[in-house]
């Protein structure tokens, strides 16, 4: 008897303490204090995602393993929902808005009403949202935040509820019960007695319960038929209700009980409670029933009512589809309770697919293709959420494989590169060049090739190839301009710009600036090699000079104007040194042209004056016309250089001999005829006179034919 005595305390007390059980053992996996008392709770159909909302405004997100991926402030109490896969949750908050948020925390969008939100539902796919309002008004909206829709009841939206597929959406307000299509239109209501507490609706919306203030329970189906209802006798009220996914089974939380009907309205079983009920949840396969009381305790039944576990928990729960997960509110904590099944295996996989993860993100850190890897990893986080861990693992394990294939590869690669850099430093090296540059990123590729960060070896490695490669093109370039600098550099006495270029050049060389060697070595070459344009142009100034100074013509000035070049050109002013050579050139070009007509006419009144001095009438004319005075100037101004006053005088000579000389014959031929006149006069000798008058007169003429031609001619020469 006492055996049995204390057999009974021991079940009593682990009936109390939530560690005995019928089926099973869940266990605690993690909790996560925060900033408030955690209000509402959610859970993905697979387990894998939990939101949470706390009555100090926040909403939470966490991965299946107790890992927080973000959280949100909002501005009042929050309830949450969660689609199948937790790629999105819907949090509604009395700060009047509602918000949708992506797994990874982005805000997609938030919507303002006029009241404080009550209660949120998402479908399962995570395309449509519907949210009820203090505003007595319920919204729908599709992912992308538009409204699609909003009715206003007459009273607040305290519960609503979406079938999976988002087409059907149960809603209490008030003392009503409503449903409507996804298209916005109300297919029936229904007026309780009392308040509506709670709705549910099953996953394929065939089935709608609803429970209203007092104690009784309503099932309806689609058209809105009341199928059946219930007044729960020996309880006080009922605060929750939940469905199957098929609608095959409804529970129910009462003041003082938790209850169980089939969709006939027979009621299975019956769990008398010290405390209210105010969340139950059913699982979607049916077989696992969860509640929660405001005593803090939770519990855990199969569908025939056996009490399977209970544990401890404040306001609210959620279980995932199969009942393996048991989302808590546990004051200011969230707590995940799971089946034990497995959870080795479980653990095993979420390391293997974070350590997957973590070695893609750093190998995409440095740059590897790791798109196979990445597909391999999104395999395996799939395979988890589906409870094939062992198949996670195998993905998971598969993907850090690829990633270490390719990091191998990448090692080869990189040590291959860093020695083709070593071999085009030390070709540099071997002619004597200056690699410091090269040497020290062939340094820093050994370096993160020693840690391992292969792909970026390989692109230091490959600039220090290339670093190599163009100091010995551009030392080789430069090398072979300084030597054709230096060797254009031979005919000239001094240069001293291209000198200084030069010797730029060749300290740049040593000091390993090869490029700047090459462009002060280029600058250099068409410095000389316009130079040499200009010393050319001097040397034909030079050239033309002589050739005067040859012929005897004053070239003081043009000699001035070469000197002058020369000057410029040795200073470096190779422009000042064309002007000046330019000018010396064409200066001695016309000095040369007016001194060989100033040595012309010089000579041809010489000859003019002889000629003329030949005969007595010429001397005559000759002295009257003071030629030889004048040619005395004209040899004057040649030997001064005046080539044009030489010229204008030498040819005064000639014309003044012509002309005198023309006068002279003139007056003799007059004479002659005056004779012959007379002689004919007087010794009556008319025939043989007048013979002689036109001898005369013939030979007259032809003078001053020959005279006018002279003069003619030396116009023409003039």
């Keep these: 008897m006492k055996l049995m005595t204390l057999l009974m305390v021991i079940i009593l007390l682990s009936l109390f303490t939530g560690q005995l059980w019928a089926e099973g053992k869940y266990e605690l996996l993690w909790t996560y204090p925060t900033s408030g008392a955690v209000y509402d709770v959610a859970i993905s159909a697979d387990g894998g995602y939990i939101g949470a909302g706390t009555w100090n405004n926040k909403v939470y997100f966490f991965s299946s393993s107790g890992y927080l991926l973000w959280s949100y402030e909002t501005g009042g109490k929050v309830s949450v929902d969660i689609n199948n896969d937790g790629s999105y949750i819907i949090a509604g908050s009395e700060d009047n808005n509602a918000y949708l948020f992506n797994r990874s925390g982005d805000l997609l969008w938030n919507y303002r009403t006029d009241g404080d939100v009550l209660d949120v539902a998402i479908s399962g796919d995570g395309e449509y949202m519907a949210v009820g309002s203090n505003d007595y008004s319920v919204y729908f909206f599709n992912r992308s935040g538009n409204m699609m829709w ?44 009392y308040s509506v507490k709670s709705v549910a609706i099953s996953s394929d919306g065939k089935y709608i319960v609803a429970c209203a203030k007092g104690v009784n329970v309503y099932l309806f189906d689609r058209s809105g038929k009341l199928l059946w209802s219930y007044q729960i006798e020996g309880d006080r009220g009922v605060n929750h209700v939940s469905i199957s996914s098929n609608g095959s089974y409804i529970a129910v939380g009462g003041i003082n009980g938790i209850y169980l009907f089939n969709r006939l309205g027979t009621m299975f079983f019956r769990y008398r409670t010290d405390a209210a009920i105010y969340s139950i949840s059913i699982s979607g396969n049916d077989n696992y029933i969860v509640a929660c009381s405001n005593n803090n305790s939770f519990y855990l039944f199969n569908r025939s009512g056996v009490l399977l576990w209970s544990d401890r928990c404040r306001s609210d729960l959620a279980m995932s589809k199969e009942g393996k997960y048991i989302a808590v509110a546990l004051g200011w904590k969230v707590g995940l309770f799971a089946e034990p099944e497995g959870r080795a295996i479980a653990l095993k996989a979420e390391e293997a697919i974070k350590k997957a993860e973590e070695t893609i993100n750093d190998a995409k850190s440095n740059g590897y293709m790791t798109s196979v890897a990445e597909e391999m990893l999104k395999e395996a986080e799939q395979a988890f959420k589906a409870r094939n861990y062992r198949k996670a693992i195998y993905l998971a394990e598969q993907a850090e494989a690829n990633i270490e294939t390719i990091v191998n590869d990448s090692r080869t690669l990189a040590f291959e590169a860093i020695e083709n850099a070593r071999k085009a430093i030390n070709a540099a090296k071997s002619k004597n060049y200056v690699t410091i540059t090269a040497e020290k990123l062939l340094s ?83 410095n000389i090699e316009e130079a040499t344009m200009i010393y050319k142009t001097i040397e034909t100034s030079k050239y033309v000079i002589d050739k005067a100074i040859s012929k005897g013509y004053n070239t003081t000035i043009v000699e001035y104007l070469l000197n002058e070049a020369k000057d410029a050109f040795y200073t470096g002013d190779y422009n000042k040194a064309k002007i000046f050579a330019d000018k010396a050139k064409f200066k001695a070009e016309e000095i040369i042209k007016e001194g060989d007509q100033a040595s012309e006419a010089l000579n041809i009144s010489r000859e003019a004056i002889i000629k003329a001095k030949s005969n007595p009438l010429g001397s005559l004319a000759v002295r009257l016309c003071g030629a030889e005075a004048i040619l005395a100037q004209a040899e004057g101004a040649f030997a001064a250089g005046d080539y044009t006053e030489t010229n204008n005088l030498a040819t005064k000579v000639t014309h003044r001999v012509k002309l005198y000389l023309l006068l002279t014959y003139i007056g003799t031929v007059l004479g002659i005829v005056a004779i012959a006149f007379v002689t004919f006069k007087y010794h009556q000798r008319w025939r043989r006179a007048r013979e002689e008058y036109e001898h005369a007169k013939a030979e007259v003429i032809r003078e001053l034919e020959e005279v006018i031609a002279m003069l003619e001619e030396r116009s023409r020469r003039a």
């Design 150 to 193: 909003s009715y206003n009841t007459g009273d607040k939206v305290e519960s609503i509820s979406m079938s999976n597929d988002g087409k059907y959406i149960a809603v209490g307000s008030g003392r009503k019960v409503y449903l409507f299509e996804r298209s916005g239109k109300p297919l029936w209501r229904y007026m309780t007695g």
């Design 444 to 526: 820093e590729a050994e370096q993160t090739y020693d840690i391992g960060n292969y792909k970026e070896a390989i692109i230091t490695a490959e600039k220090a190839k290339v670093t190599a490669e163009e100091i010995i093109k551009n030392a080789d370039e430069a090398k072979e301009i300084i030597k054709i600098v230096e060797d254009m550099m031979g005919p000239f006495e001094k240069l001293n710009l291209e000198e200084e270029l030069l010797n730029k050049a060749k300290n740049a060389f040593k000091s390993g600036k090869y490029n700047e060697a090459k462009s002060y070595a280029e600058q250099a070459k068409v």
